[in-house]
């Protein structure tokens, strides 16, 4: 065995070492990696609701529920809401996602509770987040007994039981982690899928040698950048209705609203999501590159700042405003709105109207940066 040749294993190392800082947007993104992991897992994987959204229904409007009312009032982790005892009415601030939560106290309640009679208070909860769900209703309950031990003034577990609370969770009654969690993967992989497809198509021309040919053509850099965009928006959405179509028969979740509606939407979804693949294909050099940076901007900001894991509420304000940016948070609005909550168009008209914005103004963008591009190749 021959020994080691330290030097040209040195100018070896210097040589590579040189490269790779040359290659400043490959370092830019093994850099990144790391740092974006670490913030994102650190503030945005929490599962701690930060404020529930509460409507409040007082039949009673007695001293009694005055007092319960306060009670949830002082404290800072509510926002509470008045709203109008109708089906209509709560359905609609639910389905707006204006409300978490709605608790209605019935008119006999203070009666009831002064008689020693068993009073009811009912409580609806939005149960399409099973985890949130839950801790609302463990939270809620917990107040309403705190409340009631300084009216009454008797001890904590005598409380609640003489009082029924009968709680009832609206579009998900068993509380089912699919119902949540599918609608989330449908979202990661189309986005995923859809700008990995789009990332490297110019990146892919200039590595084959073929985008000089395209040059020499009368073609215009728009013509050339909607023409490489308009065959992925086919094969994308076909791709998208088959995820969603297992999605709902294997995890077997609900599906209440309309399927015509989801997939107008959804290919809403997949052009921004092409659309963001296009984008990064003018910025990088090669397919690697490419490759690497359509995951990097897809998959951890989708898992960690669209909702899809934790709520957004529980964010940092930081996080909340960067993830105003993110495609897939507004696309689960939709999707989760449609499948579990029944949602028509008017109710999601604000995300669709964002994404169409989101993909208007980067296919504007990869435009540019390829106009640019051409003009300095001639």
């Known amino acids: 065995m021959k020994a080691v040749n330290f030097k040209r294993v040195f100018a070896i190392a210097k040589k590579e070492f040189l490269h790779i800082i040359h290659d400043s947007r490959s370092l830019i993104i093994i850099l990144i990696m790391p740092i974006l992991q670490l913030t994102m897992f650190g503030y945005a994987l929490n599962n701690e609701i930060q404020e529930i959204k509460l409507g409040v229904i007082d039949n009673n409007k007695s001293s009694v529920s005055q007092k319960i009312i306060s009670h949830f009032q002082s404290n800072s982790f509510y926002k509470i809401k008045f709203i109008e005892y109708s089906d209509k009415e709560i359905d609609h601030q639910f389905l707006r996602q204006n409300l978490k939560a709605v608790i209605i106290i019935p008119k006999d309640f203070q009666t009831n509770l002064l008689n020693q009679k068993q009073p009811s208070i009912q409580l609806i909860i939005d149960g399409s ?28 577990n005598n409380s609640l039981s003489g009082i029924d609370i009968k709680t009832h969770m609206l579009y998900n009654p068993e509380l089912k982690s699919s119902y949540f969690f599918v609608p989330g993967l449908i979202a990661l992989i189309l986005v995923m899928i859809s700008a990995m497809l789009t990332s490297i198509t110019i990146t892919k021309e200039k590595e084959m ?19 490489k965009l308009s065959p992925y928006i086919l094969l994308s959405f076909l791709i998208g209705t088959s995820i969603i179509g297992l999605g709902v028969l294997l995890f077997k979740v609900a599906f ?31 397919q690697i590159q490419a ?16 909702g899809f894991i934790s709520p957004i509420s529980a964010m940092p304000k930081f996080l909340q405003i960067i993830s105003c940016l993110i495609p897939a948070k507004y696309y689960l609005k939709i999707v989760r709105g449609i499948m579990i909550k029944g949602n028509v168009f008017i109710d999601l008209l604000e995300p669709m109207l964002i994404l169409i914005l989101f993909t208007v103004i980067m296919v504007f963008i990869s435009w540019k940066r390829f106009d640019k591009q051409v003009k300095e190749l001639r």
């Open 129 to 156: 987040d099973p985890n949130s769900a839950t801790f609302i209703n463990e939270y809620i309950q917990k107040t309403i007994l705190m409340a009631l031990n300084m009216i009454i003034k008797t001890p904590t």
């Open 209 to 227: 040698g073929t985008l000089e040919q395209l040059l020499v053509s009368p073609l215009k850099p728009i013509d050339f950048i909607l023409g």
């Open 256 to 286: 209440i609203g309309s399927i015509f509606l989801l997939i107008c939407m959804s290919l809403v979804y997949i052009t921004t999501a092409l659309s963001l693949g296009l984008m990064i294909s003018t910025i990088t050099r090669n």
């Open 291 to 306: 490759m690497m940076m359509a995951i990097i901007v897809t998959m951890l900001p989708t898992v960690m700042l669209s």
